[in-house]
C-alpha cells in the first residue's frame, strides 16, 4: 500500500503512516527496509498488518531534466497541473490543512468520517461541540417521539409513550461509537491510552450522574501542545 509519513523520531526509532486507505499505521525502525531514508512527508510503500506497517520502503521520484520540464509545464492545462500536484492521504488529504467547520461540524464529522475512528486526537472544541449537538439532537428525537406518542393517543390513555422511548432508544445505540471513538481521541489528545475509555463507560454506566462529572474533566484537560504517539496537535494548535 501506498502512504505517507506523517512523522518520525529517529532518536526514538517510531513513525507514523498515513495509508492510502484514510488509516495510521504505526512504524519502527526495524519496520524499514535496508538503506531507506524516512522523512516527514516521504510517499513510501508498505505491507499493512493490524495498524502496523511492515517493509517501508520510500518511493523517489526521478526528476525531470530542465529540457523537456520547461515545455511540458508551460503546455500542461490548468487542471492537468492541478492533478499532477503532490498528493496526500488521511485527514490532510483535502488542501493540506485541517477544516475547522464550527461546533455542528464536530458533530457531523463524528457521526459520518470519526464513526469508528479510534486513532486519532480530538482537542477541546471537537469533544464540546459533540456534547452539545448530540444533546440538541437528543431533544429533537425525543420531541418528534413525544409528538408521534400524542397523535396515537399514548398520553391520552395512560399509556407508556412507547415512540419516545423507542426513538431515544435507536438515537443512543446508532450514536454509541461514535461516543466511544470521541472520548478515545479525547484521551489520546491529553496523552493517555484510549483503553482507559473502558472504565469511563463503565462508571457512567453504573452510575450515571457520574456521567456529568467525567465529561468536565475530559473536556476541560488542554490538549498537549506538541505530537505524541497518536499524531499531530488537532487543528493546529488551540483549545
Not at 103 to 114: A, C, K
Not at 206 to 212: D, E, I, N, R, Y
Request: aromatic share 14%.
Amino acid at each position: 500500500m501506498r502512504g505517507e509519513v506523517l512523522h518520525y523520531d529517529e532518536a526514538q526509532g517510531f513513525g507514523f503512516i498515513t495509508g492510502a486507505d484514510g488509516n495510521r499505521y504505526t512504524f519502527a525502525r526495524e519496520d524499514l527496509s535496508r538503506d531507506t531514508v524516512i522523512a516527514n512527508g516521504a510517499v513510501v510503500e508498505f505491507l499493512p498488518a493490524s495498524g502496523q506497517a511492515r517493509d517501508v520502503f520510500s518511493i523517489r521520484a526521478q526528476p525531470a531534466s530542465p529540457a523537456t520540464a520547461a515545455p511540458a509545464a508551460s503546455a500542461a492545462p490548468p487542471k492537468a497541473a492541478a492533478a499532477a500536484a503532490p498528493q496526500h492521504f488521511g485527514r490532510l488529504a483535502e488542501d493540506g490543512a485541517v477544516r475547522d467547520s464550527g461546533l455542528p461540524g464536530y458533530f457531523w464529522r463524528g457521526v459520518t468520517r470519526n464513526y469508528i475512528n479510534f486513532a486519532e486526537r480530538a482537542r477541546r472544541k471537537e469533544f464540546w461541540g459533540y456534547c452539545l449537538f448530540w444533546t440538541v439532537s437528543f431533544i429533537l428525537v425525543g420531541i418528534a417521539g413525544a409528538l408521534a406518542d400524542q397523535a396515537v393517543g399514548n398520553f391520552d390513555a395512560g399509556n407508556w409513550p412507547i415512540v419516545m422511548i423507542g426513538v431515544w432508544g435507536l438515537f443512543w445505540l446508532a450514536t454509541f461509537l461514535p461516543w466511544v471513538g470521541l472520548v478515545v481521541r479525547r484521551l489520546h489528545d491529553i496523552g493517555l491510552t484510549g483503553w482507559l475509555a473502558i472504565p469511563y463507560f463503565a462508571i457512567t454506566f453504573m452510575f450515571a450522574p457520574a456521567t456529568l462529572i467525567l465529561a468536565l474533566i475530559l473536556g476541560l484537560i488542554p490538549t498537549q501542545a506538541h505530537e505524541n504517539q497518536w499524531g499531530p496537535v488537532p487543528g493546529g494548535g488551540g483549545a
